[in-house]
């Protein structure tokens, strides 16, 4: 009994492990707010596979949580990670994509608030991003860089209000990811 439950966690761990995330800058990472809006569990399951995809993380239903916005974590878990960028800076980015799922990606500059795309358009699309079925992915799926707007309208002044956000959308395998930074502009 012992030996076959010890045997198929193992299996569910190296089937769940590692898809894809943003290692640099610093993402919003789960924490007390987060199990406070979204239920502990939501949280489990992050520190479980920081990469696994939103559908992967339970919501507890309230409407304090959104998984579908930064996967669920908060600003208050957050405060310390906040970036200060200019207006027309170039801000580098990095990713690991250890189980890739070809689909669409890009980077944009959300609200947090209504969970919408500020200034437009992203800063960065990809039709088609981490395609499984490349024998080698181009180095702009997991390094890339975005020029951030020059005309703000004041917009991101405050820290919780915006947030870099990668999103991506693995097609046939049906999952998204998100990754925010949060940031202001000074
Ligand atoms: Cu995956």
């Known amino acids: 009994?012992?030996?076959?439950?010890?045997?198929?966690?193992?299996?569910?761990?190296?089937?769940?492990?590692?898809?894809?995330?943003?290692?640099?800058p610093p993402a919003r990472q789960?924490?007390?707010?987060?199990?406070q809006a979204c239920g502990a569990a939501s949280v489990s399951a992050i520190l479980a596979d920081g990469t696994g995809p939103l559908e992967n993380i339970p919501s507890n239903g309230s409407p304090n949580c959104n998984i579908f916005l930064c996967k669920g974590a908060?600003?208050?878990?957050?405060?310390?990670?906040?970036?200060?960028?200019?207006?027309?800076?170039?801000v580098p980015f990095t990713a690991e994509l250890p189980i890739p799922h070809e689909g669409p990606a890009n980077v944009?500059?959300?609200?947090?608030?209504?969970?919408?795309?500020?200034?437009?358009?992203?800063?960065?699309?990809?039709?088609?991003?981490?395609?499984?079925?490349?024998?080698?992915?181009?180095?702009?799926?997991?390094?890339?860089?975005?020029?951030?707007p020059t005309a703000?309208?004041?917009?991101?002044?405050?820290?919780?209000?915006?947030?870099l956000q990668w999103f991506w959308f693995g097609t046939n395998a049906g999952q998204t990811y998100e990754n925010c930074v949060d940031f202001v502009f000074a």
């Open 1 to 24: 009994m012992y030996t076959s439950t010890f045997i198929s966690t193992a299996l569910f761990a190296a089937t769940v492990l590692a898809h894809g995330n943003i290692t640099s």
């Open 30 to 35: 789960p924490g007390p707010a987060m199990a």
């Open 74 to 90: 908060q600003f208050a878990d957050n405060a310390a990670l906040v970036q200060t960028l200019s207006p027309g800076s170039v």
């Open 108 to 148: 944009s500059i959300v609200d947090t608030a209504t969970n919408s795309i500020l200034f437009g358009v992203p800063l960065l699309e990809f039709d088609s991003y981490a395609d499984e079925n490349l024998a080698v992915l181009p180095a702009n799926n997991t390094a890339f860089e975005v020029t951030l």
């Open 152 to 163: 703000t309208g004041g917009r991101c002044e405050t820290p919780g209000e915006c947030v």
